[in-house]
Each structure stands twice: as structure tokens, then as C-alpha cells.
């Protein structure tokens, strides 16, 4: 069974340059996830998706940064302008939410390692 | 806010020994705690705790959770360098989020 699948693997830019990554969630999964690591903060939680809508975008640093799913199967993050403290993986993840029933274990793309010179 | 601290921050340990990982939480409706192995890539799922004191085994992981205490152990017996890692701990309140705690490095030496 295919994972969840992230592109690009890396990203590298100049700061002021708008990045777009994006994800496809392992198939019949409704929820997705998105988030950020770096050395200093560990795991973020930026947004997250159900049935493909946003539920929480708390985690969202800024303007800069915005997320869409347009259908089940895609979700992009997009931050513009780029800058450099915006350097880190940022991972996707979904899992099946089956409300009373409880979540399912969430599972993670291999991420995109993003460099903003 | 939710909140996962996890403890040691790291560890180093020789082959063949026992290591216990700790995590404590604090989470508005608890519903579950989530273990989680990463390597160079992708977190990758190990355990979801929901019950307290019903150990979960995998091989030579296991863990436990205690409610009433707040806190969960996730145990690696007779170690092998495969499982130099992080260990992640996370746990899901109401909503479908994960909050994480920092993690803690497991380096296995021979």
C-alpha cells in the first residue's frame, strides 16, 4: 500500500521566493496534517484538514503561510514570501477519523526538507 | 494548551541493555497517547495507549499507560543498534490533533 506521499524531497531557495509543498494522503483516509520540525521546537502542528476541510489552522506561523485540500487525495503549503527562520522538514500526515470511535494513528510522509538562503 | 514532556532528552546506551522512556502529559479531554519511532525520515507508529495499565507488546517494545498518573513508559529490552532513534510521545485531546513532546535520542553503541 502507498503511503502518504510528500513532494518535493527537498527545496532549496532564496529568501522572498513563494514554495509550494504538497501532499497526497494514503487513500479512504479523511484527515489530514501538516507540520513543521526543527531542532529547536520539535513537531508542530501547523493545520489540519477533515473531509477536507480546515479544522484548526491555529498553528499557521503567520500570513505568510496558507494550506488548501482541494479534494481528498492533494493538499498544498504554500508560504510567500519565503524566509530563512521558515528553514525546516515540514511533514504530512493523515490518518481515519471515525469520531465516536476514536482516531487512528496518524501516519507520516517522509517529509520535505525546505532551505531558505 | 496541551503539553508532552519527555524524558531523558537523551540516551546512551550499550547493546543488550533495558531502556525506559518516559512521557507525562497534560491534555484537555484525554483520549489517547501515541508512541512513535524516527529515524532519518518519517515518524513511523509504534503504539496508541488508551486504556490505563493494559500493556501493549511489539517484539521487544512494550508500553504502559497509568491515567491517574499522567504518564506513560514505552520499554526497549535487550537493545540492538537498529534502534537508535527518536522516540516520540504525543497525545490527542478532543480534537483529532497530536500535540508532541521533544523527544527523546536513543543511541545504541556495541
Known amino acids: 500500500d502507498a503511503g502518504v506521499i510528500q513532494s518535493p524531497r527537498h527545496e532549496v531557495t532564496e529568501m522572498g521566493q513563494e514554495v509550494t509543498l504538497r501532499c497526497k494522503p494514503i487513500?479512504?483516509?479523511?484527515?489530514l496534517f501538516w507540520y513543521r520540525q526543527t531542532m529547536m521546537r520539535g513537531l508542530e502542528l501547523l493545520i489540519y484538514f477533515n473531509n477536507n476541510v480546515p479544522i484548526d489552522d491555529s498553528g499557521m506561523p503567520e500570513d505568510r503561510f496558507s494550506a488548501k485540500m482541494p479534494n481528498a487525495s492533494f493538499s498544498t503549503l504554500k508560504i510567500q514570501p519565503s524566509e530563512p527562520r521558515d528553514s525546516a522538514v515540514y511533514f504530512c500526515?493523515?490518518?481515519?477519523?471515525?469520531?465516536?470511535?476514536?482516531?487512528?494513528?496518524?501516519?507520516f510522509g517522509d517529509g520535505t526538507r525546505l532551505s531558505i538562503l | 494548551e496541551d503539553k508532552v514532556v519527555q524524558s531523558p532528552l537523551s540516551l546512551v546506551v550499550h547493546e543488550g541493555d533495558t531502556v525506559t522512556l518516559n512521557c507525562s502529559y497534560e491534555?484537555?479531554?484525554?483520549?489517547?497517547l501515541l508512541w512513535y519511532k524516527q529515524e532519518k525520515k518519517a515518524p513511523t507508529f509504534l503504539f496508541m495507549l488508551?486504556?490505563?495499565?493494559i500493556e501493549k507488546k511489539s517484539g521487544r517494545l512494550s508500553s504502559i499507560l497509568d491515567k491517574k498518573e499522567l504518564f506513560s513508559i514505552l520499554n526497549i529490552t535487550a537493545t540492538q543498534t537498529g534502534d537508535s532513534a527518536i522516540y516520540l510521545c504525543a497525545v490527542t485531546g478532543t480534537a483529532s490533533k497530536l500535540t508532541f513532546g521533544t523527544g527523546t535520542r536513543l543511541q545504541v553503541t556495541l
Open positions: 487513500s479512504g483516509h479523511n484527515s
Open positions: 488508551t486504556s490505563s495499565g
Open positions: 491534555v484537555t479531554n484525554f483520549r489517547s
Open positions: 500526515a493523515s490518518s481515519l477519523t471515525t469520531g465516536g470511535h476514536g482516531n487512528q494513528p496518524q501516519h
